[in-house]
């Protein structure tokens, strides 16, 4: 019985090869499937992780901010807007002069968020 179940199994795949052609075969065994790097794994995963991907556009951005940070920031960190003898430079709104207004001594916020977030990244 074994060898008629045999025999019946081999004419039936020999009938089967014949009627496809070689790349089904190479298809129906799944040996053209392209696979994926253990590299190209771990980012796909990665970014499809919403939290991931959002939090590494935040620290890009800030990273851009930081390189521009000479460019951007018209004072220095503990340097005044306006003169102090002036005495309205203290709580500006954002405006021209300071774009996100002045603190309590009249410093520019902007200015100094930009330096603290520097220093908060070369810390890190």
Same mark, same amino acid.
Not at 7 to 34: C, F, T, Y
């Given at each position: 019985?074994?060898?008629?179940?045999? @025999?019946?199994?081999?004419?039936h795949? !020999?009938?089967?090869?014949?009627?496809?052609? $070689?790349?089904?075969?190479? +298809?129906?065994? !799944?040996?053209?499937?392209?696979?994926? @790097? $253990?590299?190209?794994? +771990?980012?796909?995963?990665?970014?499809?992780?919403?939290?991931? +991907? /959002?939090?590494?556009? #935040?620290?890009?951005?800030?990273? #851009?901010?930081?390189?521009?940070? $000479? #460019?951007?920031?018209?004072y !220095? /960190? =503990?340097?005044?807007?306006?003169? #102090?003898?002036?005495?309205?430079? /203290?709580?500006? @709104? $954002?405006?021209?002069? +300071?774009?996100?207004?002045?603190?309590?001594? !009249?410093?520019?916020?902007? =200015?100094?968020?930009?330096? &603290?977030?520097?220093?908060?990244?070369?810390? &890190?």
């Amino acid at each position: 019985m074994s060898d008629l179940t045999a @025999s019946a199994i081999a004419s039936h795949s !020999g009938i089967v090869d014949e009627m496809l052609a $070689p790349d089904d075969l190479n +298809a129906q065994e !799944g040996l053209n499937v392209k696979g994926m @790097s $253990p590299t190209q794994q +771990a980012w796909r995963r990665f970014w499809r992780h919403r939290g991931a +991907a /959002v939090s590494t556009v #935040i620290m890009m951005l800030l990273v #851009i901010a930081v390189l521009l940070t $000479p #460019i951007t920031a018209r004072y !220095g /960190v =503990s340097e005044q807007v306006r003169d #102090i003898r002036d005495g309205n430079n /203290v709580f500006l @709104s $954002p405006q021209k002069i +300071a774009w996100m207004g002045t603190d309590d001594i !009249g410093r520019d916020i902007y =200015s100094r968020l930009l330096y &603290g977030i520097r220093t908060s990244l070369l810390i &890190g």
